[in-house]
């Protein structure tokens, strides 16, 4: 299912992912992901609390609807590890 539901406007589908959710993103251009979890979900924004490995502290990600739409995260997520959904869809 597609993260984004609006082509125009560029929100986010929050029948698709919510808070709680774990996610694992990127950068389009990094090769190490973060692994984290959604802990605030809006149609524009999601902040993402991950674990920064290279100082052993907690930091956060703000992920927004246009940058997702553009390209710029590759975003798996899950709420239940069954199902691992991705963006952009393979």
């Known amino acids: 299912m597609a993260l984004i539901k609006n082509e125009t406007q560029s929100l986010f589908d929050l029948t698709q992912i919510k808070r709680g959710d774990c996610v694992r993103i990127r950068r389009a251009c990094d090769t190490t992901p973060r692994n984290g979890?959604?802990?605030?979900?809006?149609?524009n924004r999601l902040m993402i609390l991950y674990c920064n490995v290279q100082n052993n502290a907690y930091s956060y990600l703000e992920v927004y609807a246009e940058d997702?739409?553009?390209?710029v995260w590759v975003i798996d997520w899950t709420a239940d590890f069954e199902t691992i959904n991705h963006?952009?869809?393979e």
């Open 87 to 89: 963006e952009p869809e």
């Open 68 to 71: 997702v739409a553009l390209g």
């Open 37 to 43: 979890f959604v802990t605030e979900a809006t149609p």
